[in-house]
Every structure is written in structure tokens, then in C-alpha cells.
């Protein structure tokens, strides 16, 4: 964090009306795991005790300094600069993670060596299916994230660069279509 940027933490009854700045995650054992409270949430009277309920005592607010960024900016910045052909990312960040899927049946190619230089900034990280992995139109391939809830601006900016910098680090070969003819020889068939 820059000195720019504020963090502090808010008792949750004292922040209603406030705006979330992150996601809160609910578990309910063997029934339920997602957002409870989506970021950029108005934290309402009777979201009070709900948010107890998840062990929220208090309430993070920060303003992000002008070098700082936001995970969920940072999280759709890579995603865009990681999909070459074939493949899409969400615009919805869940949790602070942007998912890629394929947008074609085919084979998912990965640029091992731009993905490792990407993932070794330390504060971004993109997870993916195998190389040379067969997929389906509509199948999740691959996702990327800021790790901290902000960081600084630049190493985000560092991180597209090493995601761009030549073949795309993920991509989806579509399956060529083949014709296929049948020969006989020998009269077997014939008879």
C-alpha cells in the first residue's frame, strides 16, 4: 500500500451506509459457499447482523491512493491482456477472480514460459488447465487474480506487459474438420 491509501476498520454497526470494498464470502457447511455481500454493497440496518453472523465484527474501509489498484480492476486488466483466440473472460468478478472460458470446441494451448514469467511477480497469479488440453465451447480453462486486495498500480502494469509481450498466453486451437472416406479391398464386403 502507498502512504496515499487509507485503511481503516469501521465496527459494523457503525457502517451502515458505508460501501463495501471487498467481497464477503458465506459457508454453510454442505450447503452453501459464495458471496454473501458483493463488493460495492450499501451496507444496510438489517445487513448488521447478518454480517455478525459471518464474524464480521468490524468493517475494512480504504481509499486507494492514485498509484494503488483495486483487485477487481486489476483482476479484468489481466484477463484481457492473458486470452489470445478462442477463449473470453467474464466481465463479473466473483471474489476478486476473473475466469476464462473457451469459445470454441478445441485445443487449449498454454504459453508455459509467459505464464511463468507472469505468475512469478508474486502478486498476480492466472491457474489454467494443462497444455494441450482438449476442451469444450463453454468450459472454464483458466483464471487470474490480484492475491492482495490492492496493490500497487505498476506491478499490475507489469503484469499485462509480461502477459502481452508475444504469443498469447492463452489460447483455444479450434478443431479442424476433417472428411474421412473408407477404402475396401478385397471381396469380404462383397459377399
Known sequence: MTQATLQTTVPVEQAVGMVLPHDITEIVKDSFKGRAFKKGHIIRREDVDHLRRLGKE?????????DDIHENEAALMLA?????TGVEYSPEIIEGKATITATVDGLLKINR???????????VMCA????NTPVRKG???????????????????EAV?????????????????VQAGLVITGSEVFY
Open 58 to 66: 468490524h468493517i475494512y474501509v480504504l481509499q486507494l491512493g492514485p
Open 80 to 84: 484481457e491482456a492473458l486470452t489470445g
Open 113 to 123: 514460459e509467459a505464464l511463468l514469467q507472469f505468475n512469478l511477480l508474486g502478486e
Open 128 to 131: 489454467t488447465l494443462q497444455d
Open 139 to 157: 468450459e472454464q480453462v483458466a483464471a487470474t487474480r490480484l492475491i492482495p486486495l490492492m496493490a500497487q498500480r505498476q506491478m499490475v502494469t
Open 161 to 177: 506487459a509480461r502477459a502481452t509481450s508475444g504469443t498469447p498466453v492463452i489460447r483455444v486451437l479450434p478443431l479442424a474438420k
